[in-house]
């Protein structure tokens, strides 16, 4: 297996607060973004916990995804990282209309090279 991989931090902001609250919803659109980028799920864990907020992760043949919430504050943050062929930059505006965030900031970290270039990070609004 190839040891370069792309991996994505989404800070997602003004989401949802329905979805932040439900580990049944979250799980399937993450599994749904999985399947769009062609990446094998192997296992999935979610914990909703109480008053408010869920923390979950798939675990992918080729790394994985994770997602911590905070509803209260409208927020998300995810991970998803694969050492696969898929890049998931091009599924990074469906991560973000998933969440009906209004705006978020994405770093994008190039993974396995032994030259490393600076992290990028991009913000992405509604209006974009």
Not at 3 to 15: N, P, Q, R, Y
Not at 66 to 81: C, F, G, N, Q
Request: charged content about 25%.
């Amino acid at each position: 297996m190839e040891t370069k991989g792309f991996h994505i931090i989404i800070d997602a902001f003004l989401c949802d607060e329905k979805l932040l609250n439900s580990a049944d919803r979250l799980e399937a659109s993450l599994i749904k973004i999985a399947e769009e980028l062609n990446m094998e799920v192997l296992h999935t864990y979610f914990h909703a916990f109480q008053p408010h907020g869920v923390t979950g992760v798939l675990v992918l043949s080729t790394s994985h995804m994770s997602v911590h919430t905070w509803p209260e504050k409208r927020y998300a943050s995810l991970d998803i990282y694969t050492c696969g062929d898929s890049n998931p930059l091009d599924r990074v505006d469906a991560v973000i209309s998933s969440f009906s965030s209004e705006y978020a900031v994405v770093y994008d970290i190039l993974r396995g090279e032994k030259r490393q270039r600076t992290p990028g990070s991009i913000v992405i609004t509604k209006e974009n």
